[in-house]
């Protein structure tokens, strides 16, 4: 039998919790959010995640900036928010507009409220097996939807096809400070179907519509599909989930898999950086 990795319900557990531990406090964590340029699927993400922040009573800004935004305008709005000691964390939505480096962009944030965990203090802490202040959104939330179904990580061979800054890479390292043997593929990777198909878990962060279909998928296999592709019939993931799921053990959908958990670390992240910049100040 096939059981579904349901990201909703376990992002929903979270949320509730984080809205039960913030109808506590008096001051709220407040998250920042740039937003430069008019790219319609980063408009939308930015909108779920506002309201996402204010259900649970954190407070939030989105700074719009123009398509045209010059890098030093950004910047600026940066050195700001890193100054103002009501945000707690900054979010920088990407991909960036054509022209912007985007490497300078996020390496400007303190890392104390880089909600991403993209800065290379925080990326390079969590590469060398260090914590953090807070680990990116994405692999964060792959990893506790793993958690959350008790699968054992620990000397399993696990497939990361992808290895963006995003999700492949920071999750490979995760996944190895948990004793799982990595295998990272990317679109040069020959033959593709012989790692998989060695795989206990495989995890697809690589944006391809259901390119991943059951002869890549050993018997009983876990599978995790980040993947978010805009096709003519609708929003689907890398995974051929009809043909997929069968084979599985586990089977992440999408929507409804690792999109919600990825918006529920990400309010987690921004918790976090409240408390650990509240202790600062004792
Ligand atoms: P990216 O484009 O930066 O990286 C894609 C990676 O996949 C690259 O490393 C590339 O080499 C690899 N790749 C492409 N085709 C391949 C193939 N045939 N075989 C092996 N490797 C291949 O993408 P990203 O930012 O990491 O995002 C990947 C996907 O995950 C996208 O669909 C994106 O929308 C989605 N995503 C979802 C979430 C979420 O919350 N669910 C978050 C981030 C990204």
């Known amino acids: 039998m096939t059981i579904i990795l349901d990201g909703k319900n376990t992002a929903n557990k979270i949320i509730e919790e984080l809205k039960n531990k913030t109808a506590e406090l008096t001051k709220k964590p407040k998250l920042a959010v740039i937003l430069a340029g008019n790219n319609p699927a980063s408009c939308i993400y930015v909108n779920n995640k506002q309201k996402k922040a204010h259900y649970i009573g954190f407070e939030s800004v989105v ?28 979010l ?13 962009i996020l390496e400007a944030i303190d890392p104390v409220k880089d909600v991403d965990g993209f800065t290379s203090f925080n990326f390079g802490r969590l590469a060398l097996g260090y914590e953090p202040y807070v680990y990116p959104c994405t692999p964060k939330g792959i990893i506790r939807l793993l958690d959350e179904y008790n699968i054992t990580l620990a000397g399993q061979n696990v497939l990361v096809i992808g290895r963006s800054n995003i999700v492949g890479k920071p999750v490979s390292f995760m996944l190895q400070q948990r004793n799982a043997t990595v295998t990272m593929a990317n679109s040069y990777t020959k033959n593709l179907k012989e790692p998989a198909l060695n795989s206990d878990i495989i995890i697809s962060a690589a944006g391809k519509a259901g390119f991943i279909t059951s002869e890549f998928i050993r018997e009983g296999a876990v599978i995790v599909d980040v993947g978010i592709n805009r096709t003519q019939n609708g929003i689907t993931g890398d995974i051929d989930f009809i043909s997929a ?18 918006i529920a670390m990400l309010m987690e992240n921004t918790y976090q950086l409240f408390e650990i910049q509240r202790k600062f100040l004792i």
């Open 245 to 262: 799921a069968p084979k599985a053990s586990y089977i992440t959908p999408v929507p409804g898999g690792i999109g919600p958990m990825t």
């Open 92 to 104: 920088i939505q990407l991909p960036l507009p054509k022209g912007i480096n985007t490497q300078k």
């Open 63 to 90: 700074i719009p900036l123009p398509e045209d935004v010059t890098e030093e305008n950004i910047l600026e709005h940066i050195f700001i928010l890193n100054e103002d000691t009501n945000i707690n964390a900054i």
